[in-house]
């Protein structure tokens, strides 16, 4: 009966148990109820799902992996392939922005808060310093849009730890205030629009100097290539990996995500933990906000912080990632390409209206966040099946 | 007695995996008699019930009620049959009252609505027949546990009940409500019922019981009359060796104060005072027993002790260091050992392996970590040493800790908090819940360390314990000190300290 959870186990805990029951097989079926059902979706608007999900698929570039793809579709390919890495890059550290969080037992909705505000920084000290070394440059505007995002979270965490504010509710508010205060600082008048008189009623920032632009490493930079910021991303990975797993700082991380109380009794200090660990979540949502003003934004306008959602899709990203460093970077990709493979610019029209197919991406987010949040039935039915044939006591 | 028994279990064997949780166990109940399944923890009692009841299908073997053989192939169908459960966690609906409960899946109907004067009526026929003193009208979620557990019992008698399995009944109940149980069921069967009684508590079995089986690591190991039988016999039945049931050890003065506390006052959680002006001091080389009734203000002197509460005023002063307020990070360094009252709560993390618990309280030092970074292999290798030293069993460092016994959990709890070698052992409730075998093993460790020259504040419900550890015993009473004990006192002179009647 160990296997039996407290009923004050914290949502970490919770979650450690079904990852243990469900294993990696759940969020498999959970993604193919998922799709099943979106495809019931396109169904009912009179188009045939198969050819609707091969052509999203196709619109992910993904099938230049294929070695059958034909040279002429490969250049295509190549270049939807730049597209969905472009967007799975904000989608890994917005996603380990939420798994970190997890792991010490906190949910962190504010990763788009910390996005904006991780843009912010990046972009205010991208349109200064022209003609720095770029090395240096892109240095600081990354530090700049790092300490943002992670003073950002920080707030929340602090608000936490002093006065036992539950963190849902404040990153939700913190959310909007960057939201807002975004919108002010690039709108006509705002302290951060643009200088440029040609341009004095767009409500848009400056862009930021070529020196403080991202390499970009496949494809042309005129047509917006892949830059490096996925391979930061992929390091961000591994330090997530490591930092939760290989310092003391992960191992207080994961003691107060499972048991506040015992990590408590043991000398840990579970208020400094909250700190730590939102300011860190900050950081990497902070990043992610930043890569993409350095990498192909280059500019912020209020348009961009009012419809942007990379942030939110971070929930998603870890929910189905099981707050694992490979999870995050699956299911990264997974939604890169989905939001990839239904834009406008990707998505066959004659099969399927892309103005449709993003909602489609957003019906799948959805129905992965009901189902892997709440107490999935696929979960359930795995403890029905398990309770059939306990061990004895 | 003539004919067959009421219910007869033949070889019954159960596995999981490669796991045999019952081998050719035989078991029977006859009507009237009140027959007790005895085991440690993890000995098969409730694998061996549930197959009666339909939960697991036996793998090999026959049950029989009344001498014919029956398939229960669910609990329908063992309810049917009359067989009635009582398990550890009452499956009572909270917001309905007692009568609906008790009819509940089998209702008297006045057309489509609930006969709710009928199921009332029942309810109480049964009450009174059976002496259960229940109202039919009261909530389920406003009764308190004993109450509970006679609605439970009564449903089981609704359903006609001839044979009626208690799983650990008296887990959840005071020492008075236990004697309210038993009487219960001394009048179940005088009225001819069979009566199951699962149990690892050695006094309450021969209290209650006519004859009692003992089952270990899944093998029954005899069944016995409970006439003639004693603690000392049936603990070796269950424990398969000779069990020390009283402590021994050696007199020897104590030293310095260790441990101080002085005018410590505190509150709860819902910051009413909790724990008021406490003075004492525990020396090297002695056990002091807090003995007390639940909720007298110990958890609450433990944690002011241990900075997991803040104190209102007074210090703590541990080997001469002054940790009044200090956190519990401060406190542990300073020299204490803690096995945390609630392990699952406070002891362990269930989820980390038992490498990462074994390492909960030296993680920050090499040889476990350097420079920040943790060292895994470290870890490990620390855990198999300990799990060795401690006679750990069912894991290895790579195991879950929630996936161990009690017994073995609480040891990995002991074998962190004494490796650490600290001046002050707090030992609060440290063998709730366990078996003899366990609960010896962690009576001697505690002699060990008090042998040792360690300051040892043992904290228990239970008053036999401290006794038998304890160089002298302070008993608390609303969150005072009432009185200091030999532990040689009387029960009586205990008693009336505990509920406050000395003063």
Redesign the interface.
């Known amino acids: 009966m160990s296997d039996e959870l407290p009923p004050d186990a914290t949502v970490a805990a919770k979650l450690a148990t079904y990852v243990r029951a469900g294993g990696v097989i759940t969020p498999l079926i959970t993604l193919l109820v998922a799709f099943l059902i979106g495809g019931l979706a396109v169904l009912i608007t009179g188009h045939d799902p198969i050819a609707t999900y091969k052509a999203i698929f196709n619109g992910t570039g993904l099938n230049w992996l294929f070695p059958w793809t034909s040279a002429q579709d490969r250049t295509i390919a190549a270049l939807n392939l730049q597209q969905t890495l472009i967007v799975t890059t904000p989608l890994i550290l917005t996603g380990l922005a939420v798994a970190f969080a997890f792991r010490c037992g906190l949910f962190n909705i504010g990763g788009q808060g910390q996005y904006v505000v991780g843009g912010i920084g990046a972009v205010w000290v991208g349109q200064a310093f022209a003609g720095m070394p770029s090395v240096l440059h892109i240095t600081l505007a990354i530090l700049t849009g790092v300490v943002f995002g992670a003073i950002w979270a920080g707030i929340a965490g602090l608000l936490k730890a002093l006065a036992g504010t539950n963190e849902v509710i404040s990153t939700i508010m913190l959310n909007w205030i960057a939201i807002w205060t975004g919108s002010y600082l690039f709108n006509l008048g705002g302290p951060l629009q643009n200088t440029n008189p040609a341009q004095k009623d767009v409500p848009v920032s400056n862009d930021v100097a070529a020196s403080a632009k991202l390499p970009v490493f496949w494809g042309d930079p005129q047509l917006q290539g892949l830059h490096i910021g996925l391979f930061i991303a992929l390091a961000a990975l591994l330090v997530f990996w490591v930092l939760l797993n290989r310092t003391t700082l992960g191992f207080e991380v994961r003691a107060v995500g499972f048991n506040p109380d015992a990590a408590a009794s043991s000398g840990i200090s579970v208020a400094r933990n909250y700190i730590v660990v939102m300011a860190i979540c900050g950081a990497f949502a902070g990043l992610a906000g930043t890569l993409d003003v350095l990498g192909w934004q280059f500019r912020i306008a209020v348009n961009d912080i009012q419809i942007n959602q990379l942030g939110f899709f971070g929930i998603a990203v870890a929910l189905l990632g099981r707050n694992t460093a490979v999870g995050t970077f699956f299911s990264a990709l997974l939604f890169g390409g989905l939001i990839t493979g239904t834009s406008v610019r990707n998505l066959d029209p004659n099969v399927f209206e892309p103005a449709l197919a993003t909602n489609l991406t957003y019906i799948i987010q959805g129905l992965v966040v009901l189902l892997v949040s709440t107490d999935v039935l696929v979960i359930w039915l795995w403890q029905l099946r398990r309770r059939r044939r306990t061990v004895p006591a | 007695m003539s004919g067959p028994p009421l219910l007869e279990l033949k070889q019954i064997t159960?596995r999981?995996g490669t796991?045999v949780?019952n081998r050719a166990v035989d078991f029977e109940v006859r009507a009237g008699e009140i027959h007790a399944l005895l085991g440690e923890?993890?000995a098969?009692k409730?694998?061996l019930m549930?197959v009666l009841y339909g939960l697991h299908r036996p793998d090999e073997g026959e049950i029989r009620m009344d001498g014919v053989p029956v398939e229960i192939e669910s609990s329908r169908t063992a309810i049917r049959l009359g067989i009635g459960m009582v398990h550890q966690h009452f499956m009572l609906v909270p917001v309905m009252t007692v009568a609906e409960n008790l009819v509940l899946g089998d209702e008297p109907r006045a057309g489509p609505l609930l006969d709710y004067r009928a199921a009332a009526r029942r309810t109480r026929e049964l009450s009174e027949r059976f002496g259960l003193a229940v109202d039919p009208e009261a909530r389920v979620q406003d009764l308190g546990v004993g109450a509970q557990q006679r609605v439970e019992i009564l449903r089981a008698l609704f359903h006609d009940a001839k044979v009626l399995v208690l799983d650990e009944p008296t887990a959840v109940l005071t020492a008075q409500e236990a004697q309210d149980l038993f009487g219960v069921l001394r009048t179940l069967k005088a009225e001819g019922t069979g009566i199951v009684f699962i149990s690892h508590k050695l006094n309450e079995v021969l209290d209650v019981a006519d004859r009692i089986t003992v089952l270990r690591r899944g093998e029954k190991i005899d069944t016995v009359p409970a006439e003639g039988a004693t603690e000392r016999s049936l603990a070796r039945l269950m424990v398969g060796r000779d069990v020390l049931l009283r402590v021994e050890k050696d007199e020897h003065p104590p030293g310095e104060p260790l441990l101080s506390v002085r005018g410590l006052s505190a509150r709860d959680d819902r910051g009413l005072p909790a724990v008021r002006d406490v003075d004492f001091e525990v020396r090297a080389g002695e056990i002091v027993g807090l003995a007390g009734i639940d909720a007298n203000g110990q958890s609450e002197l433990i944690e002011a002790i241990?900075g997991?509460r803040r104190p209102d005023a007074g210090t703590v002063t541990v080997a001469g260091r002054d940790v009044t307020g200090a956190?519990?990070?401060r406190t542990?360094?300073a020299g204490v050992g803690?096995i945390?009252e609630d392990r699952?709560?406070?002891?362990?993390?269930?989820?980390?392996d038992l490498a990462?618990n074994l390492?909960?309280?030296e993680?920050?030092a090499p040889p476990y970590?350097r420079h920040?970074?943790?060292h895994?292999r470290a870890m490990v290798a620390g855990a198999r040493r300990l799990i060795d030293e401690f006679d750990v069993r069912g894991g290895e460092p790579e195991t879950r800790a929630?996936?161990?016994?009690g017994g073995n959990q609480q040891k990995v709890v002991i074998a962190r908090e004494l490796d650490a070698d600290p001046q002050v052992i707090i030992a609060a409730q440290p063998t709730r819940g366990l078996d003899v075998g366990a609960i010896e093993f962690v009576h001697r460790r505690l002699v060990e360390a008090r042998d040792a020259g360690r300051a040892v504040l043992l904290v228990s419900l239970e008053l036999e314990e401290i006794r038998s550890l304890s160089d002298r015993v302070l008993v608390m009473y609303e969150g005072q000190i009432v009185a200091e004990l030999p532990p040689e006192a009387s029960e009586e002179d205990f008693g009336m300290a505990m509920t406050g009647a000395a003063a």
């Open positions: 159960k999981f796991l949780a923890n993890g098969g409730s694998t549930n241990m997991l956190g519990p990070r542990l360094e803690h945390a699952h709560r406070r002891g362990l993390v269930l989820e980390f990462e390492a909960l309280r993680y920050r970590s920040g970074f943790l895994p929630g996936s161990l016994s």
